[in-house]
């Protein structure tokens, strides 16, 4: 009963609304393992920047190098438009926090793939197809 009222127009408007984004923008060392990750939440067609307080949880090679983290973050909804009905008002809180769990899989990902043109001997103008691919351990950088 809950899942589809926070879906209806009274609250997230999902038929109109249909994804909730955040794009960060900085990220700040709090010390230890724990960061703050500030960017741009968009949700219900509004844009804020926010603050997420994000702690990393260590890396595991069980089935693959996997990286895990939580992150945190409290906002006002009213600030992005949402659950603006007499009901909502009375029966919920305008602080919400959002509450965020990943695991991160390390993968083989391919990135670029190029045909180039190569004079070859005995045969003109071939292409040669390459693909080039990430090694296992990233560069900061990339």
């Known amino acids: 009963m809950l899942v589809p009222h926070l879906r209806s127009a009274d609250f997230f408007d999902v038929k109109k609304y249909r994804t909730i984004t955040f794009m960060s923008t900085h990220v700040e060392h709090a010390g230890g393992q724990n960061y703050k990750v500030t960017g741009n939440l968009t949700m219900h067609g509004v ?22 983290l939580s992150a ?11 659950g603006q009905g007499v009901a909502v008002r009375v029966a919920a809180s ?3 926090t959002i509450e965020i769990g990943l695991e ?6 391919e990135v670029l793939s190029l045909r180039i043109p190569l004079p070859l001997p005995h045969y003109s103008n071939r292409l040669m197809n390459l693909t080039l691919r990430r090694p296992a351990r990233y560069p900061q950088n990339c």
């Open 47 to 68: 844009t804020k920047l926010i603050t997420f307080d994000v702690a990393y949880r260590g890396q595991n090679a069980l089935k693959g190098v996997r990286t895990g």
């Open 72 to 82: 945190k973050a409290t906002i006002n909804r009213h600030d992005f438009g949402l």
């Open 94 to 96: 305008s602080m919400v």
């Open 104 to 109: 991160a899989i390390q993968q083989s990902v």
